[in-house]
């Protein structure tokens, strides 16, 4: 029997879309912990909470945005989240206060936590069921081509040009973007019978489980996205730390090709089992590159670049699995409540990370940042494996 279509025109623009919308996402990561020390003079711990303001906006909008997706036609909140998550960019040119900044970063936030529910949601209502594993594998896979690129030209633009030219490139890239996204067409959404209100319908309750595994993973891996480049300069590799996003996106690119094909096999717990196992590695090594650098600075180096493809490459293997995971524990007309959940988990782990992060940093060093994540793995690894697994295999509706 023939595989069902999976790459079709709108499959196409919606990766594209969701590439410079990440692109421009990724631009700025890595770079904001430097506008706000430059800029504002703002200590780490004060960085923490500040960055953490955008992704504590996003966990809070998207299990609303959950439920408004699963309500009402997917497609038109898609482009208004798109279209004002495009807009603050050009705020962020404006933005002369720290406090006018705070706002802009809290509105950001609201804006990606829905447009990233809806990107999700759209995305597998336009692709065949039977190939959701290798299809959200191959959505990933433009985040990762973003984040392989995005905090790379970030860092080399804060090298040799202002701010304001980074929050003008983002600008671009994401409004090219909401091009894309609107050449996207979506399947008729039949009208749904309005349940009354409960919470049910804002969280997926049979993934709580897993959303709080999840959490746990996304802690560690917040500290790493936002904090890498200042945890290298702080042990000494002053050059060439984008290429540290580059190589943990090429690992995530090429385990997300293979791991959505044995999440389609029925392999979603094994799978996941593995990531976690190879992250949890992976930070252990991280927090030690510090004295690894003070022991050996060629070796520290060429450890502390290599950890990157390992990790992106653990991270790979989870991101699709966990998301189908989440999708297969709720009927259909629950797709966009069972997407946020997974996403929010996620968010809430992120922002914690940043937050604990910059807090540790401040009062010790980025090294024990990444040690306390690395002990906050093997939680999550004790935990997928007693709790998550079983409760999954006894609720899984598919």
Same mark, same amino acid.
């Given at each position: 029997?023939?595989?069902?279509?999976?790459?079709?025109?709108?499959?196409?623009?919606?990766?594209?879309?969701?590439?410079?919308?990440?692109?421009?996402?990724?631009?700025?990561?890595?770079?904001?912990?430097?506008?706000?020390?430059?800029?504002?003079?703002?200590?780490?711990?004060?960085?923490?909470?500040?960055?953490?303001?955008?992704?504590?906006?996003?966990?809070?909008?998207?299990?609303?945005?959950?439920?408004?997706?699963?309500?009402?036609?997917?497609?038109?909140?898609?482009?208004?989240?798109?279209?004002?998550?495009?807009?603050?960019?050009?705020?962020?040119?404006?933005?002369? !206060?720290?406090?006018?900044?705070?706002?802009?970063?809290?509105?950001?936030?609201?804006?990606?936590?829905?447009?990233?529910?809806?990107?999700?949601?759209?995305?597998?209502?336009?692709?065949?069921?039977?190939?959701?594993?290798?299809?959200?594998?191959?959505?990933?896979?433009?985040?990762?081509?973003?984040?392989?690129?995005?905090?790379?030209?970030?860092?080399?633009?804060?090298?040799?040009?202002?701010?304001?030219?980074?929050?003008?490139?983002?600008?671009?890239?994401?409004?090219?973007?909401?091009?894309?996204?609107?050449?996207?067409?979506?399947?008729?959404?039949?009208?749904?019978?309005?349940?009354?209100?409960?919470?049910?319908?804002?969280?997926?309750?049979?993934?709580?489980?897993?959303?709080?595994?999840?959490?746990?993973?996304?802690?560690?891996?917040?500290?790493?996205?936002?904090?890498?480049?200042?945890?290298?300069?702080?042990?000494?590799?002053?050059?060439? !730390?984008?290429?540290?996003?580059?190589?943990?996106?090429?690992?995530?690119?090429?385990?997300?090709? @293979?791991?959505?094909?044995?999440?389609?096999?029925?392999?979603?717990?094994?799978?996941?089992?593995?990531?976690?196992?190879?992250?949890?590695?992976?930070?252990?090594?991280?927090?030690?590159?510090?004295?690894?650098?003070?022991?050996?600075?060629?070796?520290?180096?060429?450890?502390? @670049?290599?950890?990157?493809?390992?990790?992106?490459?653990?991270?790979?293997?989870?991101?699709?699995?966990?998301?189908?995971?989440?999708?297969?524990?709720?009927?259909?007309?629950?797709?966009?409540?069972?997407?946020?959940?997974?996403? !929010?988990?996620?968010?809430?782990?992120?922002?914690?990370?940043?937050?604990?992060?910059?807090?540790?940093?401040?009062?010790?060093?980025?090294?024990?940042?990444?040690? @306390?994540?690395?002990?906050?793995?093997?939680?999550?690894?004790?935990?997928?494996?007693?709790?998550?697994?079983?409760?999954?295999?006894?609720?899984?509706?598919?």
């Amino acid at each position: 029997m023939a595989k069902e279509r999976l790459i079709t025109p709108s499959y196409c623009f919606i990766l594209s879309a969701n590439f410079l919308l990440y692109f421009g996402f990724y631009l700025l990561m890595p770079v904001l912990p430097f506008y706000l020390t430059e800029v504002f003079d703002t200590g780490n711990a004060m960085i923490g909470i500040i960055l953490s303001c955008y992704t504590m906006a996003a966990l809070t909008i998207r299990p609303f945005s959950g439920y408004l997706l699963d309500t009402f036609a997917r497609k038109p909140l898609y482009l208004l989240a798109f279209f004002v998550f495009t807009s603050i960019f050009a705020g962020y040119l404006l933005a002369g !206060t720290l406090t006018l900044f705070t706002i802009l970063r809290i509105v950001h936030g609201f804006a990606f936590g829905t447009v990233t529910v809806a990107g999700n949601t759209v995305v597998i209502d336009i692709m065949p069921s039977a190939r959701r594993g290798e299809g959200l594998g191959y959505y990933g896979l433009a985040n990762n081509m973003a984040m392989s690129v995005g905090p790379m030209v970030g860092l080399f633009l804060h090298d040799f040009y202002s701010f304001n030219v980074i929050f003008t490139c983002a600008l671009l890239s994401c409004s090219l973007g909401f091009v894309m996204a609107c050449l996207v067409k979506t399947p008729v959404k039949e009208p749904v019978k309005r349940e009354p209100i409960s919470l049910d319908r804002f969280i997926l309750i049979k993934g709580l489980p897993a959303g709080l595994d999840l959490l746990l993973l996304s802690i560690p891996y917040g500290m790493t996205t936002t904090y890498v480049a200042k945890y290298a300069k702080e042990i000494g590799i002053m050059q060439g !730390t984008g290429l540290f996003f580059t190589l943990m996106a090429v690992g995530m690119a090429i385990s997300r090709i @293979f791991s959505g094909r044995l999440v389609d096999k029925g392999k979603i717990t094994q799978v996941i089992s593995a990531g976690i196992y190879l992250v949890c590695v992976c930070f252990f090594v991280l927090s030690g590159c510090a004295k690894l650098m003070e022991w050996n600075s060629t070796v520290g180096f060429y450890v502390f @670049f290599g950890v990157a493809l390992f990790l992106g490459t653990g991270f790979g293997i989870m991101f699709p699995a966990f998301n189908t995971l989440f999708v297969n524990l709720a009927p259909n007309n629950k797709r966009g409540t069972a997407t946020s959940t997974y996403l !929010t988990s996620w968010d809430v782990g992120i922002g914690l990370g940043l937050t604990i992060g910059g807090y540790i940093a401040q009062v010790y060093s980025f090294d024990k940042a990444y040690l @306390f994540g690395a002990c906050l793995t093997i939680l999550s690894a004790l935990y997928f494996n007693l709790k998550v697994t079983p409760h999954f295999h006894k609720n899984k509706l598919r």
